[in-house]
Structure formats: C-alpha cells, structure tokens
C-alpha cells in the first residue's frame, strides 16, 4: 500500500494565481515526519519543509505556506501568486521514526508535476 | 563548497554489461542512500548505509550492490541481474541524530542518469 498518496499527476496554472498541491499519508507511527522537496528541471531534489507529528500549527514561509491536518492525514502545500519559477515537480515524503536506525529513510510520493504558465 | 557530487550525470550502458554510479560527500554526513527515479514515480529506496562498512537493503534492492568503504563515498553497482535498469539514480545523505544537529532532510546529488541501450 501507497504510505503517500499526491493524487495529482500535474497541475498547469497560470502566472499570480494560487495553487495547492495535495499530499495523504497513511502511517501506525505515533511519532513521524512529514517533508516536502521540489524537483526542479535540474534533478537535484530541494528541501523545502519537515513537519513532525506533534506539531499541527500551519507554517508560512514567504509564498509558501503548508497545511497539516493529522484528523485527515493531510500534509497540504500552497504556492500563493504563483510563478513561472516555480515550475517543478514537487513531492511529498514521509519518515516513520526519528530512531537513528531509521532516520532518513524515506517514503516518497509519486510526485506532482506544476507547470506554471506566464 | 559542502555538497553530493554524483557522476557520470548521463550514462548509456549495453544489455548485461556492470555499471557503477559515483556519490561522494563532503559535508561529514554519518548515512547515505541511493534512490531510483522512475518516470510519474515517486523516489524508490534501493539502499542506504547508516556507517562504514555497513550497508542494507532498500525496497527494491535486486539487481544492484554497494559499498561504503570510506565515509564520504557510497558507490552503487547496477549489475546485469538488474531486469529494467533504465532511471534516474539519486544518491543522498544525511546527519545521524544527536551527531550533528539534524532536521531529518535529506540532501540529495543532482542525479544520475541511466540508459540501458
């Protein structure tokens, strides 16, 4: 079974408008973490944010800001006035221990790829 | 500058011939894991190696071996055995907890890419 589902394949937007990219995970851990990466064309993958289990509170960062819901087991991500560079494929991860056995093993989703269009 | 250095970035290979894929890290990072990309997929654990010396199998370990015989280099081999070795390799590394300060992230190379002719 799929520990992360991003059940949007792509997503094309136009310049300045706002898009959410949608992010399920599935996991029995109480304690776990929560990371999204952008993929630019480039291919090297950019942490963009961690977010562990115990912390529910939404977070901004510039034009970025990520929505947590663990009553739903969402890990939403929102591009506000979007951008032209802002076209990647953009993944969300889920690690299931911070034991040092384990940490760092991720569990990736199938990506969504954002086109934004000038 | 810190960072993964994987190489070659493009790699063309024959039908049941070895190849090996270079990673190197200087950023002093204790675990390093080699991912496989495929098209519309998410990234796939092959292997990772939490210390020297050591190493153990991902998900999708058949067909491939490492070995990390310094701290710095985790080089992967895809063998023969190897049925659809077409993809993009990604090697990546991270901190040990309570070593160094450690967020969980993981600092990815810029990738390898493998075409099996």
């Known amino acids: 079974a799929q520990k992360v589902t991003q059940a949007q394949t792509e997503i094309s937007v136009v310049e300045k408008e706002d898009v959410t990219l949608d992010c399920v995970y599935e996991t029995r851990d109480t304690t776990y973490y929560l990371f999204w990466y952008k993929q630019p064309p480039s291919g090297e993958l950019v942490f963009l944010i961690r977010?562990?289990?115990?912390?529910?509170q939404n977070e901004i960062s510039g034009r970025y800001s990520w929505n947590f819901q663990k009553s739903t087991s969402s890990f939403n991500f929102t591009i506000t006035a979007s951008q032209v560079v802002d076209s990647a494929v953009y993944f969300c991860a889920l690690s299931e221990s911070d034991r040092g056995s384990t940490l760092g093993r991720l569990y990736f989703g199938r990506g969504t790829q954002l086109t934004v269009w000038p | 500058d810190g960072g993964i250095t994987q190489s070659p970035k493009y790699l063309f290979r024959k039908e049941g011939q070895n190849v090996t894929l270079s990673c190197e890290q200087n950023?002093?990072?204790?675990?390093m894991y080699w991912y496989r990309q495929d098209p519309g997929q998410g990234l796939r654990l092959i292997y990772y190696s939490q210390i020297v010396n050591d190493f153990q199998k991902g998900d999708i370990a058949e067909g491939y071996s490492v070995s990390r015989e310094k701290k710095e280099s985790f080089p992967l081999t895809v063998t023969s055995a190897q049925k659809n070795p077409t993809a993009f390799y990604l090697c990546?590394?991270?901190?040990?907890?309570?070593?160094?300060?450690?967020?969980?992230?993981?600092?990815f190379g810029e990738g390898s890419r493998l075409t099996v002719l």
């Open positions: 950023l002093n990072h204790d675990a």
């Open positions: 990546a590394s991270t901190p040990i907890p309570g070593r160094m300060k450690n967020t969980g992230e993981l600092f």
């Open positions: 977010r562990n289990s115990f912390d529910e």
